[in-house]
């Protein structure tokens, strides 16, 4: 089984990321085969500055290694190294129909939040769809918000196999069931395009934890903690018994949103104090690190090879 994630380097990673991707795909490293590429193409709708996209993508693929990711189980790369990715898309936007891509809600979403609607914002399911298919994915791990696009993957795929013979495997998505929404430090689904982010090695963490939007309920008063966003992180980084006593305190009374919020601020540091020491050693030998993402961006050639002389094949080129 081949189980391919991607992630954007169009700023520092945070907790949504950690728990909606990052987490499980370190999971399923012990399940198939993995591939995992660093989206710099996709990252160039919203990313405007060469040098930030460069150092972002280096940012990205220190904090997947610090976090949990091995690159003797995991094929790392950039995708911008694999240039057969951007051949895929052109041929599978020659079978695109224009309203699949504009039912997309993502893309609908960002111009409601005032983003710049370019082609490449417009068209990102289906460059989204060349990195899925030319790895003959067999399973993909996506946030909920995501699912769409995965949907618009299978579509671009059933198209190109009735055209042209059966060539690409058709790819499932993984949602794992345990992980809800992530939420934000205004309440909103935590995001970069949102400004309500807290970053994995966050060094106001503390500052912004403490800064977590809340409603006016008196300390005094019990609180339903199901819906609350301190709590809902919480859960993210807590045991099964301390999430269980922080649920009886709130609803007991007498238990203040600042008492909880330091309880997070522990429970992270618990977790991620660790992984930034691990992230600080990487960062001393770039030379390696980058030896890291040559090694993957060879073998994820070396898979796409084979299929995209089918593909040239099959298209009449």
């Known amino acids: 089984m081949r189980i391919l994630t991607g992630i954007q380097p169009s700023g520092k990673l945070h907790w949504g990321n950690y728990f909606g991707a990052m987490k499980s795909m370190f999971d399923l490293q012990e399940k198939g085969e993995n591939f995992m590429f660093i989206a710099n193409y996709h990252a160039m709708t919203t990313v405007r500055d060469g040098k930030a996209l460069r150092e972002a993508t280096k940012e990205v693929a220190l904090d997947y290694l610090a976090c949990g990711l091995d690159p003797d189980k995991t094929v790392m790369y950039r995708q911008s190294d694999v240039p057969e990715v951007q051949e895929l898309a052109w041929y599978l936007s020659c079978l695109t129909p224009m309203g699949l891509l504009e039912r997309c809600h993502s893309y609908k979403d960002k111009m409601a939040h005032g983003f ?30 995501q699912k769409q696009h995965l949907e618009v993957t299978r579509d671009l795929c059933q198209k190109f196999n009735n055209a042209y013979g059966e060539i690409f495997k058709m790819p499932d998505a993984y949602i794992p069931e345990t992980v809800a929404t992530i939420p934000g430090t205004d309440g909103q689904k935590m995001s970069k395009s949102y400004h309500n982010t807290i970053e994995l090695f966050d ?7 403490m800064g977590i939007v809340t409603d006016s309920t008196p300390m005094e008063e019990p609180k339903e903690p199901e ?24 609803r007991a009374g007498g238990y203040g949103y600042g008492t909880a919020k330091k309880a997070l601020l522990q429970a992270y540091h618990r977790l ?17 690190l980058e030896d890291i993402l040559k090694a993957g961006a060879a073998r994820a050639r070396a898979a796409a090879a084979p299929l995209m002389e089918k593909v040239r094949k099959a298209v009449g080129l």
Request: charged share 30%; net charge negative; no cysteine.
């Open 116 to 145: 710049e609607a370019t082609h490449g914002l417009f068209a990102y399911p289906v460059l989204m769809a060349a990195d899925i298919l030319i790895m003959q994915s067999d399973l993909v791990p996506v946030g909920k918000d």
């Open 203 to 209: 060094v106001s963490a503390k500052k912004k934890i």
């Open 227 to 250: 819906g609350n966003s301190i709590y809902e992180m919480y859960k993210l980084f807590a045991t099964p018994e301390e999430v269980a006593e922080m649920a009886a305190a709130f």
């Open 272 to 288: 991620f104090d660790p992984f930034k020491e691990k992230r600080d050693e990487l960062a001393k030998d770039p030379d390696a």
